[in-house]
């Protein structure tokens, strides 16, 4: 196996396997806060103003695994 091919290939891992937690987590977090609105929905303000901010602290963890994926694809790690 050549050198580019290994860089691919952990590429590839790092992007896929870096988008699998922050899609399952992205799921859970919708799915929890429209269960609580439906719950509780004088607390619906506080409970979408914490599911964004869930939803964007798991969105930058693909954005992490997508830049070191990016990063090894082109050889500078």
């Keep these: 196996m ?3 091919a290994a860089q691919l290939i952990g590429m ?3 992007i896929g396997l870096g988008a699998i937690g922050p899609g399952a987590g992205i ?3 919708f799915g929890a806060a429209i269960e609580a609105m ?3 929905p004088e607390a619906e303000g ?3 103003t914490y599911m964004f901010l869930g939803f964007a602290l798991t969105e930058a ?3 992490f695994g997508l830049v ?3 990063l090894i ?3 500078i790690l």
């Design 2 to 4: 050549s050198d580019k």
């Design 12 to 14: 590839a891992l790092a």
């Design 27 to 29: 799921g859970i977090i």
């Design 38 to 40: 439906g719950r509780n």
């Design 46 to 48: 506080l409970v979408r």
């Design 61 to 63: 963890l693909f954005i």
């Design 68 to 70: 070191f994926g990016l």
């Design 73 to 75: 694809g082109f050889g």
